[in-house]
Nanobody, 111 residues
Framework: VQLVESGGGLVQPGGSLRLSCAAS????????MSWYRQAPGKERELVAN????????NYADSVKGRFTISRDNAKNTVYLQMNSLKPEDTAVYYC?????WGQGTQVIVSS
């Protein structure tokens, strides 16, 4: 199993980023996929998850209305579209599949 995140970076408050997680080594379409994040000095927290077909999604209250999780089962990829970013969204963002983590991608929201 391999999960490889990309798309992080430095963005100004109010800006947008799209994270991608390319998955391999398993039957991607059979698994719920999730995005977590960990800010400095804080515990890792669930940001969003998405069901196998992409119709069922859940979000942390802190990102509802701003972030959108989606997946492309043909490309074995899960995405996190992040809009209206705030400084408190600064964290390392991780892709997760049951028992497996990606290496993370850093998001910094700062002016």
């Amino acid at each position: 199993v391999q999960l490889v995140e990309s798309g992080g970076g430095l963005v100004q408050p109010g800006g947008s980023l799209r994270l991608s997680c390319a998955a391999s080594g398993f039957t991607f379409k059979s698994y719920v996929m999730s995005w977590y994040r960990q800010a400095p000095g804080k515990e890792r927290e669930l940001v969003a998850n998405i069901g196998t077909a992409g119709y069922s999604t859940n979000y942390a209250d802190s990102v509802k209305g701003r972030f959108t999780i989606s997946r492309d089962n043909a490309k074995n990829t899960v995405y996190l579209q992040m809009n209206s970013l705030k400084p408190e969204d600064t964290a390392v963002y991780y892709c997760y599949r049951n028992n497996y983590w990606g290496q993370g991608t850093q998001v910094i929201v700062s002016s």
